[in-house]
Structure formats: C-alpha cells, structure tokens
C-alpha cells in the first residue's frame, strides 16, 4: 500500500456509504456512485482526507481510495479513523497511514484499558516495557519511562497524570507541567485544556499558555475546538474565546450540544441556538424534532420533518419533502424519499441514486 494514499485535506468532505435494494454497498465519492462490495458491511469509519475504512463480510480490513478498494490486512485488527489519520493495531503492532504509506510504529505495543490514545494528530501508547510513547509529526519519542494513572487526549494535545501525581501536558512536541498535584478533574479539546485544580479553583491551559478564573467549584463544563464553555454558579452558560468569556444565556440550556466548532442548545422558550467561531446564531423558534453535530455543520429536522442545517455559519435547506430518517458522514447527508432511492446531500448539492 505504500505510495497509494494522499493524506491531503479535500475542500469538501463527501464520502457517503448507502446500500441498494440487492444490499449492494456503495459509496458516495464527489458526485459519483463507486461500488464497495455486495455483502454488507461488518464496520466501517468515514475520514475527512478521502478515505473511507470498513471491515468486509470476510473479516478483512479494506481502504476505498479514488474509486478503488484495497486489502489492508487478512484478518479483524482494531482500526481507527480521525480527522487527518487511519491506524490499526494488529496483535502488539501498530500501523498508521503516514505520508502515502502504513508505518509500524510499534511492534511490542502492550495490552490493556486506557493503553492507545489516538486524535487529528498525535497517537500515544504504551509498550510492553511500560514506557509511555507519542507518534507526532512524523516521528516517535518517549513522554514517560514508566506508565501513568490517568489520561484524556485532544486534536493536538495529551493531558496525563504520571504515577508522582504530577498534571503534565504534551503539546507541540514538547512536556509542560500544570501541576505538581492532581487536579479534580480535567477535559481536552485542540489547543484547550480545562481543569478544575486541588483546592477548587477553575483553570485553562490555551494555546500553550495557563489561565485562572474567578469561577470556583464549576460541576458542568466542555471543550471545544480551541475553546471551553460551563455553566456557571448563576446558571448562565458562558463560553471562553480567544481570552475572553462570553454570556451565551442567562439561564441553562434545556439541551446542551457540544462538539468540535459548536455549542448547540436549546433556551426555555424552546428556542433553537448555536455558537459558532466566536458568533453566536437564533436558528430556530422551534425545538428540532433531531438534531446531528459534526465539525462545522448542524443537521435538523423541523416540525414537519423536512431537514434543514447551519453549514459553516450559514443556514441551508436540505430536503424540501419529509424525511424518516437521515444519516451525516463530516459534511454529507443520506437519506431517502421512496425505496430503493438514495439522495445525498453535499457541499449544498443534492445528488440521487437508484
């Protein structure tokens, strides 16, 4: 498989599976309808970079490439899929599609809860010797000689606890010490870390630098994409930017979505809201009757069923006629008006196969 694949972002991500009415399996790529296999499928994980990995009905690891599909390994490995990377772990090795081939990065990877941390761009590990390891940029080096008690991995950074109790952070290649002592708790985001520390007091860690709040003793809280939101002890929900903490509502949200580029939440009136980049969006007067949320997109239904979504800060019709159900796949929708038919809705073209 070396040389096959381009690991380079596409500007629209628009890969899609859907069956036929055989239960053939295809998949959606740029407008066109590209045939997989004529079982269906054991698994299978959508990528952002034109990759899309699955597990036949033979137990065989496949990557479908630019029309084509290629055997990756003969038997059932634990495979993975970020935003940016494929890796699998195969018995004690680990590979990971690097630069247009798969690299072994570890042949004595070791087995056990909490053992391989993978995101967008750094894979950690530890292997049988104990020592803890991170794949970054090209690269493996040891964070730890020996194993840690505690640990939670964001887009681009690695918050742990080693076994002295310390709260360390791996970011841009390099370990940093938050703390000499564990905090309560603590969550992680691309460039964000959030923390409540020992005696209470509530903490960021943004892009490379440490923030204290005036906020004490926060119970609800979330990362974000470069930034963090709670709950604060007046009940308002309030999101940190760029330095900054704005006043979203005044009261809490009846529901609360966060993920990746947004928060999405609903307000007692039975309002429809989102908070994208720093700006912040009345979607609806209604209470979607569902709701999907990936990187830069929001996918609802409204009263009577027809879909609608918010795409990169602006708000699209998907389907003008009723939908049962719909599925999102990064920035494509599935879904279907009468049997045997398949739309997909991408980068606000709607496509049909039948």
Not at 57 to 62: C, G, H, P, V
Request: aromatic content about 18%.
């Amino acid at each position: 498989m070396a040389g096959l694949l381009s690991m380079q972002r596409s500007s629209a991500q628009c890969l899609a599976p859907f069956q036929d009415f055989n239960n053939f399996v295809y998949l959606f790529d740029a407008g066109q309808s590209n045939y997989i296999e004529n079982l269906p499928l054991r698994s299978y994980k959508v990528g952002r970079n034109n990759i899309f990995a699955y597990i036949a009905a033979n137990n065989r690891l496949k990557v479908y490439y630019r029309g084509k599909t290629f055997t990756v390994n003969d038997n059932t490995p634990n495979y993975y899929m970020t935003d940016n990377w494929l890796l699998y772990q195969n018995f004690n090795q680990i590979k990971v599609l690097y630069e247009n081939q798969f690299l072994t990065i570890e042949n004595f990877f070791r087995f056990g809860e909490d053992s391989l941390y993978y995101s967008d761009s750094l894979i950690v590990w530890q292997n049988t010797l104990g020592e803890l390891n991170v794949f970054y940029e090209g690269k493996t080096q040891i964070i730890e000689r020996s194993g840690i008690q505690r640990a939670k991995i964001g887009d681009n950074m690695f918050a742990y606890i080693d076994l002295n109790g310390t709260f360390k952070v791996f970011y841009q290649g390099k370990t940093f010490t938050l703390e000499t002592y564990e905090p309560v708790n603590f969550l992680v985001d691309r460039d964000m870390i959030m923390y409540i520390d020992y005696y209470g007091n509530f903490k960021y860690f943004d892009a490379g630098e440490a923030h204290e709040t005036q906020q004490i003793s926060v119970n609800e809280y979330w990362t974000g994409q470069q930034f963090a939101c709670y709950i604060s002890q007046l009940k308002q929900l309030v999101v940190y930017y760029k330095g900054e903490e704005t006043i979203l509502m005044q009261d809490r949200p009846q529901k609360l979505i966060v993920k990746e580029n947004l928060i999405v939440y609903l307000d007692k009136g039975n309002n429809f809201w989102c908070w994208y980049k720093g700006k912040k969006y009345w979607l609806e007067r209604y209470v979607p009757r569902s709701i999907e949320v990936d990187n830069d997109i929001i996918v609802y239904q409204d009263l009577d069923g027809r879909l609608r979504g918010f795409y990169y800060g602006e708000q699209v019709d998907i389907s003008d006629q009723i939908v049962k159900k719909y599925n999102l796949y990064n920035e494509a929708v599935t879904y279907s008006l009468q049997p045997y038919e398949t739309k997909v809705w991408c980068n606000k073209k709607t496509y049909t196969f039948q």
